[in-house]
């Protein structure tokens, strides 16, 4: 028999961790001495908490070796164990690779002061109802008057908007060509009315978007949609959707537009 400091020596486990595995029923010492309190372990254990120490460099974790029974594991049990943990690995392998990826693309875009960098995020957009208003514009700056439409049609219907300190804009073509940009306005309303001939009214589902928050004046947006469809590219998704601006600060407010607040959204998927 080992004291449980010889143990300790023989099999480069701590007696703290010695202990702790004791007292969660992973390698429970063979003999107490009851006057005295001391573990022993017998040479049979020897192997058992090689395969413990081995389980732990592999990743596994102390409640998965627990589970696993050490010292009645049939084999092939624990071969199909072991397939399963490597298919989680790889998948841990994979998503590591891509924040590296990601951190590098940051790293870059720091060095050349990109203000951007560090500010996309992935989230999803809830569902919501909408009162809407679309129509083809020469110029951004002249999306206010699609707002202003919205507002007065809404008026005269009595509609009621969601508490909500937002709106939002879908740019759903935007055609050099011909000098147009097909722009649709949204608010956020509790309930479904009858649409118009102007306003339509309808529910939007939930959506993952590659999404920028940014505080500063509509000059920006150029750049800013460029930047996020690189970094859509990048990072292994694909653009499924239009792009779509959410301001929570606009010239509704009435404030120096170095102050708006604007979220640009990109819907996405993960690519095949």
């Known amino acids: 028999m080992f004291k449980i400091g010889e143990f300790s020596v023989l099999t480069s486990i701590s007696i703290h961790m010695l202990r702790n595995y004791d007292k969660i029923g992973l390698l429970i010492p063979k003999y107490i001495d009851e006057s005295t309190g001391y573990r022993y372990y017998e040479s049979d254990q020897l192997p058992i908490a090689n395969q413990i120490v081995a389980l732990k460099m592999m990743g596994f974790g102390l409640k998965e070796i627990v589970a696993l029974q050490l010292e009645d594991m049939e084999t092939d049990k624990l071969k199909n164990i072991l397939k399963n943990k490597i298919k989680d690995k790889e998948q841990e392998v994979k998503i590591i690779k891509g924040q590296l990826e990601q951190m590098d693309n940051a790293l870059k875009d720091l060095a050349s002061e990109k203000e951007c960098a560090l500010s996309i995020v ?120 239009p792009a779509f601006n959410i301001y929570y600060i606009s010239p509704e407010h009435k404030v120096n537009e170095e102050k708006f607040v604007t979220e640009v959204c990109f819907p996405i998927k993960k690519k095949r």
Not at 138 to 148: A, C, I, S, T, Y
Not at 175 to 183: G, K
Not at 192 to 214: D, G, M, Q
Request: glycine fraction near 4%.
């Open 122 to 241: 992935t989230k999803c957009i809830p569902d919501r109802k909408v009162a809407s208003f679309r129509m083809k514009i020469k110029e951004f700056p002249d999306e206010g008057v699609l707002w202003k439409t919205l507002g007065d049609e809404c008026k005269k219907l009595n509609v009621k908007f969601l508490d909500t300190n937002y709106s939002i804009a879908i740019q759903h073509e935007i055609n050099f060509d011909e000098n147009y940009i097909d722009v649709e306005v949204q608010r956020v309303v509790n309930n479904i009315y009858e649409s118009t001939n102007k306003v339509k009214f309808y529910s939007i589902p939930s959506c993952e978007v590659a999404s920028l928050a940014y505080q500063g004046g509509y000059s920006k947006l150029k750049d800013i949609n460029i930047y996020i469809a690189k970094w859509i590219e990048q990072n292994g998704f694909e653009i499924c959707g």
